[in-house]
T-cell receptor, first 111, second 116 residues
Framework: GEDVEQSLFLSVREGDSSVINCTYTDSSSTYLYWYKQEPGAGLQLLTYIFSNMDMKQDQRLTVLLNKKDKHLSLRIADTQTGDSAIYFCAARSSNTGKLIFGQGTTLQVKP | EAGVAQSPRYKIIEKRQSVAFWCNPISGHATLYWYQQILGQGPKLLIQFQNNGVVDDSQLPKDRFSAERLKGVDSTLKIQPAKLEDSAVYLC??????????????FGNGTRLTVT
């Protein structure tokens, strides 16, 4: 069935780059999303990538997609303490439109 | 634009009681979703509406959960009777379209339910 996997935890120092990885199983996934969740809040859409793209850059965020390996990554440049949150990867099936989420990666940014 | 509105923000009930959550999606969004997020996990889809029709409710425990979207705008999710394992954050989301094009989901802040 459809599944999305992420590493659970990442700790970086302020100013370093963060790389959060994600793998998905549904080869029909057309859009892949990254959401950010701060404590007590809903999910905030950060960025997305279409499956025919390899890379997308949006200010400090870079998304890389390896469609062959079904691997997605989110790189945050110059990570700040305000980036501390849980980051969710999500894959959308072109067949059902269903959005499947990973279990989230907690990013801890140390001063 | 106004975001997805949900109420209440928090609810504490005893097991076997009933509870209802309300959601008002972004204006013009045809698709509405209810997700359940258990602590430490990613959101899990409970039900998806396209306008006022149900598209997917395969993960909805229909013996105790029900949802409706009358008139294709607001939606309510009900649990009756609640169990301890229903303790979670219930997230409502909406999107312009179900499948076509890039139609990202926009989430509300959720309702945190505690069942004691």
């Amino acid at each position: 069935g459809e599944d999305v996997e992420q590493s659970l935890f990442l700790s970086v120092r302020e100013g370093d780059s963060s790389v959060i990885n994600c793998t998905y199983t549904d080869s029909s996934s057309t859009y892949l999303y990254w959401y950010k969740q701060e404590p007590g809040a809903g999910l905030q859409l950060l960025t997305y990538i279409f499956s025919n793209m390899d890379m997308k850059q949006d200010q400090r965020l870079t998304v890389l997609l390896n469609k062959k390996d079904k691997h997605l990554s989110l790189r945050i440049a110059d990570t700040q303490t305000g980036d501390s949150a849980i980051y969710f990867c999500a894959a959308r099936s072109s067949n059902t439109g269903k959005l499947i989420f990973g279990q989230g990666t907690t990013l801890q940014v140390k001063p | 634009e106004a975001g997805v509105a949900q109420s209440p923000r928090y609810k504490i009930i005893e097991k076997r009681q009933s509870v209802a959550f309300w959601c008002n999606p972004i204006s013009g969004h045809a698709t509405l979703y209810w997700y359940q997020q258990i602590l430490g996990q990613g959101p899990k889809l409970l039900i998806q509406f396209q306008n006022n029709g149900v598209v997917d409710d395969s993960q909805l425990p229909k013996d105790r959960f029900s949802a409706e979207r009358l008139k294709g705008v607001d939606s309510t999710l009900k649990i009756q009777p609640a169990k301890l394992e229903d303790s979670a954050v219930y997230l409502c989301a909406s999107s312009l379209n179900r499948v076509t094009g890039n139609s990202p989901l926009h989430f509300g802040n959720g309702t945190r339910l505690t069942v004691t």
